[in-house]
């Protein structure tokens, strides 16, 4: 099998990614005497790499497709990566056989094999060899078929005017905590015009929340290295 990669700003760390193997790809994302390696699973729009990135992790994305933004981004199978060594391993898998919107299908999905294969990719990012894991997914058969979720946000929670439910299983990793709550409720996803491009609209992480990772998760995993005073911090509980 053979996959390609994306547009990359650190072009020799590209050509070193042009790789055919499962264990050549996993090898060659580089040590980066950094605060750590992050991957981040199933993601093309690059916002948690990049938020990762921004406060000094050596961070990558992966997915099927290539990258909307420049960055380190292997473009393949997230199996071919999960082994390198990763710190943090922040996970957004396929919600389409699983999220319960889609109810009415699931009859259909659970015949084809098609809900168990998603279930499967589920468990098996679930239990990567990363020390902290994230996995986001909409209300879906995973909190019944694997275990509930550890946290459920909303985009209102984050400075996003909008609904829209978004669970969380976390191992190693603290809840997150609401960083800037606004007034709107409104749930612009299901106001999204049909088109080729609506399911991208709907599943790419808002900045608010990619923020919230890397700044709340940075500090859970490295409490020792100066922070500055984050967004939030009066919603934050009184100890
Ligand atoms: C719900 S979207 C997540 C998008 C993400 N929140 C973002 O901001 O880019 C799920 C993504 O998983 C990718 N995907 C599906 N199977 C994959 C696999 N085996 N390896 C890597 N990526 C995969 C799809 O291409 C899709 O872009």
Redesign the pocket.
């Known amino acids: 099998m053979s996959h390609g990669v994306a547009a990359n700003t650190n072009s020799k760390k590209n050509a070193r990614m042009k790789t055919d193997t499962k264990t050549e790809a996993a090898r060659d994302v580089g040590s980066g005497a950094l605060l750590g390696r992050v991957l ?9 790499r990049d938020a990762f990135a921004a406060r000094g992790w050596l961070a990558w ?5 290539p990258s ?1 933004t420049p960055g380190n981004h292997y473009q ?5 990566m999960l082994d390198a060594g990763w710190d943090i391993l922040i996970a ?5 056989h699983l999220a319960v919107s889609g109810a009415r299908w699931f009859p259909a999905k659970r015949a084809s094999g098609e809900q168990q294969a998603a279930l499967d ?1 589920v468990s098996m990012l679930l239990e990567a060899p990363a020390t902290h894991i994230a996995l ?2 909409p209300i879906s058969i995973i909190s019944s078929k694997i275990r509930k979720p550890d946290q459920i946000i909303q985009p209102w929670q984050f400075g996003h005017g909008e609904v829209k439910a978004t669970c969380l299983w976390l191992k190693n990793l603290p809840k997150l905590t609401p960083t800037q709550i606004v007034e709107g409720r409104e749930a612009r996803v299901h106001k999204m015009p049909p088109g080729p491009d609506r ?2 609209e ?4 808002l900045p608010g929340i ?1 923020e919230a990772f890397a700044d709340q998760w940075t500090r859970a995993t490295r409490p020792n290295i100066g922070h500055e005073p984050r967004a939030g911090d009066a919603l934050a509980p009184k100890k």
């Open positions: 981040v699973a199933c993601e093309y729009s690059g916002a948690v994305s992966c997915d099927l497709l909307e393949g199978d997230v199996r071919d957004h898998p396929p919600c389409t990719f986001e997914n399911w991208k709907r599943s790419r992480t990619a």
